[in-house]
């Protein structure tokens, strides 16, 4: 018998708990065997991995309001592969978002002025909280990739005058595409290399309580193509540049891009707040050879019930691998007991951040997303290859199936009616275990190699 890893989660009470074989709830006879077949002579893309964001927010709760031994604990707990569940994607703002204790760029400047060669560029900020935890999370885990998007270019760059509405105004897109620049060039300083970059978080979405900025199709092809790839090039700038990141629903929007600037972006990122993860296979299989990212989801009081919300992550999760996503990236990697800070006028917020950390007390606690990331992150490595996993149409078991680089076989599946249900995972016609999964229950199973 294979000597199997597995971890469940059945409901609240028990949660991504280590188990044997044994201690699964046997098959009964009253259900059938639903069959989860993996083959791993059939492989798709290979997964970069699991994350959320250190925001402004988040970064302050971890950085300053933790004691420095409940600090360590929850970086080892979140980024170490053997410790944790080795998160390995970081996607960050790049300046504020609406999770900041208050609007910034890295280049703010007083009513009525501009600043074209950006001599007050700095990071500042960022130094201050995020990149220390950012250098702890690499230092954790080298594996992990950065990505960052901006919500709002400074204000004077835009219609707006403001980090609030607006479009970026366009003689100053090669202004902003050297703010990007001088972005990964003083993140490389601090030994923290950029993996990828998109030109603007939900360009479909102008907020009015909070940094954002409409980009166009138009606009964005000619901003990438024009100024912020060439920029890139004469730098000599490997970051990658990622379209789109927005909902699933306007698949149309990353298809014009792609058709306009096909050589100069290299993938698509996309969110999970709108549309069916199945945009995201459509425009892979127009542009096989684009990178797919699943870049923002966030849960949050609008699910309010437990187990809806934690089926909604292993549902994602699941269904984003499956449509050729290469990582599957939550939002805030922390919030406080009211689901903050928040900038200010942003209102009453209902997100739900991967911890909870009580600024009144310094309670920590891990949420259902801590979780459901673990699920996946622990058992599915960077550099995985994803497999073909079947199952009968009308079976409610979700799954997907990844090889890693050390040769083991890692399986997620999730029960996704409202009965038991018995399964079966075989790996190329061989049984590896058989099973019930309670209704709404998640299993990992991780296989050793068998070189």
């Given at each position: 018998?294979?000597?199997?890893?597995?971890?469940?989660?059945?409901?609240?009470?028990?949660?991504?708990?280590?188990?044997?074989?044994?201690?699964?709830?046997?098959?009964?006879?009253?259900?059938?065997?639903?069959?989860?077949?993996?083959?791993?002579?059939?492989?798709?893309?290979?997964?970069?991995?699991?994350?959320?964001?250190?925001?402004?927010?988040?970064?302050?709760?971890?950085?300053?309001?933790?004691?420095?031994?409940?600090?360590?604990?929850?970086?080892?707990?979140?980024?170490?592969?053997?410790?944790?569940?080795?998160?390995?994607?970081?996607?960050?703002?790049?300046?504020?978002?609406?999770?900041?204790?208050?609007?910034?760029?890295?280049?703010?400047?007083?009513?009525?002025?501009?600043?074209?060669?950006?001599?007050?560029?700095?990071?500042?900020?960022?130094?201050?909280?995020?990149?220390?935890?950012?250098?702890?999370?690499?230092?954790?885990?080298?594996?992990?990739k950065l990505m960052a998007s901006p919500w709002s270019p400074p204000g004077w760059m835009k219609t707006s005058g403001s980090m609030i509405?607006?479009?970026?105004?366009?003689?100053?897109?090669?202004?902003?595409?050297?703010?990007?620049?001088?972005?990964?060039?003083?993140?490389?300083?601090?030994?923290?290399?950029?993996?990828?970059?998109?030109?603007?978080?939900?360009?479909?979405?102008?907020?009015?309580?909070?940094?954002?900025?409409?980009?166009?199709?138009?606009?964005?092809?000619?901003?990438?193509?024009?100024?912020?790839?060439?920029?890139?090039?004469?730098?000599?700038?490997?970051?990658?540049?990622?379209?789109?990141?927005?909902?699933?629903?306007?698949?149309?929007?990353?298809?014009?891009?792609?058709?306009?600037?096909?050589?100069?972006?290299?993938?698509?990122?996309?969110?999970?707040?709108?549309?069916?993860?199945?945009?995201?296979?459509?425009?892979?299989?127009?542009?096989?050879?684009?990178?797919?990212?699943?870049?923002?989801?966030?849960?949050?009081?609008?699910?309010?019930?437990?187990?809806?919300?934690?089926?909604?992550?292993?549902?994602?999760?699941?269904?984003?691998?499956?449509?050729?996503?290469?990582?599957?990236?939550?939002?805030?990697?922390?919030?406080?007991?009211?689901?903050?800070?928040?900038?200010?006028?942003?209102?009453?917020?209902?997100?739900?951040?991967?911890?909870?950390?009580?600024?009144?007390?310094?309670?920590?606690?891990?949420?259902?997303?801590?979780?459901?990331?673990?699920?996946?992150?622990?058992?599915?490595?960077?550099?995985?290859?994803?497999?073909?996993?079947?199952?009968?149409?009308?079976?409610?078991?979700?799954?997907?199936?990844?090889?890693?680089?050390?040769?083991?076989?890692?399986?997620?599946?999730?029960?996704?009616?409202?009965?038991?249900?018995?399964?079966?995972?075989?790996?190329?016609?061989?049984?590896?275990?058989?099973?019930?999964?309670?209704?709404?229950?998640?299993?990992?199973?991780?296989?050793?190699?068998?070189?």
């Amino acid at each position: 018998m294979l000597n199997l890893t597995i971890y469940e989660s059945t409901g609240e009470k028990e949660l991504f708990a280590r188990k044997s074989v044994q201690q699964l709830s046997p098959v009964s006879a009253d259900r059938p065997l639903r069959t989860v077949a993996v083959d791993d002579g059939r492989t798709y893309q290979e997964v970069d991995g699991f994350g959320a964001s250190f925001t402004d927010s988040a970064a302050y709760l971890i950085h300053r309001v933790l004691e420095p031994q409940q600090r360590a604990e929850l970086m080892k707990r979140l980024f170490d592969p053997h410790a944790g569940i080795g998160l390995s994607v970081l996607r960050n703002p790049m300046g504020a978002s609406d999770y900041a204790r208050d609007f910034y760029s890295y280049d703010d400047m007083p009513a009525g002025e501009t600043d074209a060669e950006l001599r007050r560029f700095s990071i500042a900020h960022d130094e201050e909280d995020i990149i220390p935890l950012l250098q702890e999370a690499v230092r954790l885990n080298p594996d992990l990739k950065l990505m960052a998007s901006p919500w709002s270019p400074p204000g004077w760059m835009k219609t707006s005058g403001s980090m609030i509405g607006g479009e970026l105004i366009k003689e100053y897109y090669p202004v902003y595409a050297d703010y990007f620049v001088r972005y990964i060039q003083a993140y490389a300083a601090h030994g923290l290399p950029i993996y990828a970059v998109t030109p603007q978080n939900e360009a479909l979405y102008s907020p009015g309580h909070y940094p954002g900025m409409i980009m166009t199709p138009e606009a964005q092809i000619d901003f990438i193509r024009n100024h912020l790839k060439p920029r890139f090039v004469r730098h000599r700038i490997d970051t990658k540049i990622l379209c789109y990141d927005h909902n699933w629903d306007r698949p149309d929007y990353p298809r014009a891009v792609l058709e306009q600037a096909h050589a100069e972006v290299d993938g698509v990122a996309w969110h999970w707040y709108g549309g069916h993860p199945s945009a995201q296979s459509e425009i892979y299989e127009a542009f096989p050879d684009k990178e797919v990212h699943m870049t923002e989801g966030s849960g949050g009081e609008w699910i309010p019930p437990f187990e809806p919300a934690f089926s909604h992550v292993m549902r994602m999760g699941i269904e984003t691998l499956r449509n050729y996503g290469k990582s599957f990236v939550l939002w805030n990697m922390a919030l406080d007991e009211n689901n903050g800070p928040t900038v200010p006028g942003f209102g009453r917020s209902t997100c739900r951040g991967v911890v909870r950390i009580n600024q009144q007390t310094k309670e920590l606690e891990y949420t259902l997303d801590y979780y459901a990331l673990a699920h996946f992150s622990t058992c599915i490595r960077p550099g995985a290859l994803r497999l073909a996993s079947d199952s009968a149409d009308d079976s409610p078991i979700g799954s997907v199936a990844c090889r890693n680089r050390d040769g083991s076989t890692a399986v997620v599946l999730f029960n996704d009616s409202d009965t038991p249900e018995n399964v079966a995972v075989k790996l190329n016609d061989a049984d590896v275990a058989s099973f019930r999964m309670e209704p709404k229950s998640a299993v990992s199973v991780l296989m050793p190699s068998r070189r």
